[in-house]
Structure formats: C-alpha cells, structure tokens
C-alpha cells in the first residue's frame, strides 16, 4: 500500500471490522473460534490444552495467531486459508444498506474513513464487498500475514503504521470504534482523540475460544464513549456528519 507523502486536515475515521461493522448475532466469531481450536488441535494439542493456549495468546497478543507464528514458527497464511478463509461469510451476513447510508453520510470533506482490522486483507475486503460498503472506505489496514513479524491491534506500532499508511500525524484527528475494549483503550492511550466502544449488550461472542456474554465494562475513561448501535455514531460524532 503506498503511504502518503502530504499531510490531510480531515479527521480520520478507522472502523474496526469483525463484530463491529456486522452483529455479533451472526455468529461468526463463534464459527471462527471453532476453526482456530481445530487448528490448534491439528498441530498436535489435546482439547483442553489447545483451548488454554488459544485463551492465552489471544489475552496477550490481541490475536491468537500472533502467538503460533511468534512460538511456534506458523505458516499465517495457511492458518488464514484454513481458519478465515473457511468461513461461510456470504451465508452469515449480508449487503446492509442502513450502514452503507451511515457511511455516506459522513462529511468527506470534514473526516475520511478507512478499516482497521486484525484479519488478513482477504477477509477483509470479503467482508466489506459483502456488506456492500467497499467502495465507502479509502483503504484498509489489515495484518500483514506476509510479514513474518506482523504487527496487529493492540500494539503500538499497528496504530502508528496505520496513522503513516493513512498521512496523518497528530493522533487527536483520529476517529475509532472497535468491539475490543483492549484495543480501543490502546487507541486512547496513544492520543486517538475520539474512541468508541461497540458494546452490543447482552449477545453471546467468542473471544480467544471463549464464549461470553458482551456486557459494558463500569470502569472505562469517560473519554471513551460506548454504543449499542452504529447509528448511534451520528450523535456521538455529530461534527463529520453531514446536516
């Protein structure tokens, strides 16, 4: 992807993608916990350790894969042909015109708006051409699982190779909703002036091979806000909206 060279004035909008830009009700990411156990179990460990391990690195990597490839030498692209890439997506979501009317209206000359997303950029943009929004986004940055040493939410230098691939300098111009508490707290933390937590209260997801009931966590920086619905977002970000 080519990184711009000159600096934009518009704000930046960067969605998060899996179980933010679709419902949690699709259940696709219990669908990908079961592929990522078996994965793990195809690498020769027993259920119960399996599960453990797949628990552990998703809590301290933000993503399971990123600890096979960091401790146990992975292939990412063949984990993504057999885990991501298996997923039936076109029977478990589909084209959603009240999203794409919310993306429309956002006020181009005010903010642009990109995804940022722990996939890989094919499951990303299959996703995106599902939901019938991919032409609404300017770019997408994804895991790189080409890169032996990708980077991915929540760590810092993810955020930062995204503000560079995207030309953009000063942090409080960017705009970020993700279903991951983690990952939208490690976007505060750095100075992303305008975070939002996807909290879809009361579904069931599965998180590092665990399914759990989404509820709002009490302690959150009230610079955080949360939202049950992305239309929510007009309120929320009213000033990039058009009126």
Avoid at 118 to 145: M, P, Q, S, T, W
Avoid at 197 to 223: A, N, Q, W, Y
Wanted: charged share 25%; aromatic share 10%; glycine share 6%.
């Amino acid at each position: 992807m080519t990184v711009n060279t000159s600096e934009d004035s518009r704000y930046v909008i960067w969605l998060d993608i899996d179980n933010t830009l679709y419902s949690a009700n699709s259940k696709i990411s219990q669908a990908m916990g079961t592929r990522i156990h078996a994965y793990f179990v195809n690498l020769g460990w027993a259920d119960e350790e399996a599960s453990e391990l797949h628990h552990k690195y998703y809590t301290q990597y933000g993503l399971a894969l990123r600890g096979l490839v960091r401790h146990h030498q992975v292939d990412p692209l063949d984990f993504d042909r057999k885990c991501d890439g298996s997923l039936p997506l076109e029977d478990m979501i589909k084209p959603n015109p009240e999203l794409r009317k919310l993306l429309e209206d956002i006020d181009r000359t005010k903010a642009r708006v990109w995804g940022l997303t722990n996939a890989y950029k094919n499951h990303a943009y299959r996703v995106l051409k599902i939901l019938g929004i991919e032409d609404l986004l300017e770019g997408v940055i994804f895991c790189d699982y080409s890169e032996p040493n990708f980077s991915c939410k929540p760590e810092t230098q993810f955020f930062n190779n995204a503000m560079q691939t995207a030309g953009i300098t000063d942090p409080s111009k960017c705009f970020f909703i993700d279903d991951s508490r983690g990952n939208v707290e490690a976007a505060w933390r750095l100075g992303w002036g305008r975070c939002v937590h996807f909290c879809e209260r009361g579904m069931e997801v599965t998180e590092g091979g665990k399914l759990k009931e989404i509820s709002i966590s009490p302690d959150l920086p009230g610079e955080i806000k949360v939202v049950t619905h992305l239309e929510e977002l007009r309120t929320v970000w009213a000033d990039v909206f058009k009126n």
